[in-house]
């Protein structure tokens, strides 16, 4: 059984850092998508950042409302995910997910969670002013 698990979130000042992190375990996929989504009460999930990796190689993409501030980076090793987060913004605040699927291929590998298969629980981050 897929399991995704985040970790990393917590309360920052606006300017700050915080790396997220998923853990996935139960996997037996060789390749994979993974993508960092963040969803705010009342709004849409909105997914901003992917990673697509395959045989330990990852393509990331990130989108313009994040680029320059977040990045996404891989441990094949340690089967986990990262984003990386600076300059953060109270407009940041959200919960965020991260997302795994075994089919898409790299330039599938984008920001439509309805074909992303498997979903970690959430972690919250808050950015105060």
């Known amino acids: 059984q897929v399991q995704l698990v985040e970790s990393g979130g917590g309360s920052v000042q606006a300017g700050g850092s915080l790396r997220l992190s998923c853990a996935v375990s139960?996997?037996?996929?060789?390749?994979?998508?993974m993508g960092w989504f963040r969803q705010v009460p009342g709004k849409e999930r909105e997914g901003f950042a992917t990673i697509h990796i395959d045989s330990g190689l990852g393509w990331d993409t990130i989108a313009d409302s994040v680029k320059g501030r977040f990045t996404v980076s891989h441990d094949s090793a340690k089967n986990e995910v990262y984003l990386q987060m600076s300059s953060l913004k109270p407009e940041d605040t959200a919960m965020y997910y991260c997302?795994?699927?075994?089919?898409?291929?790299?330039?599938?590998?984008?920001?439509?969670?309805?074909?992303?298969?498997?979903w970690g629980q959430g972690t919250q981050v808050t950015v105060s002013s």
């Open positions: 139960g996997y037996t996929y060789s390749t994979r998508c």
């Open positions: 997302a795994a699927d075994p089919f898409m291929g790299r330039r599938d590998c984008l920001f439509d969670q309805n074909k992303y298969n498997y």
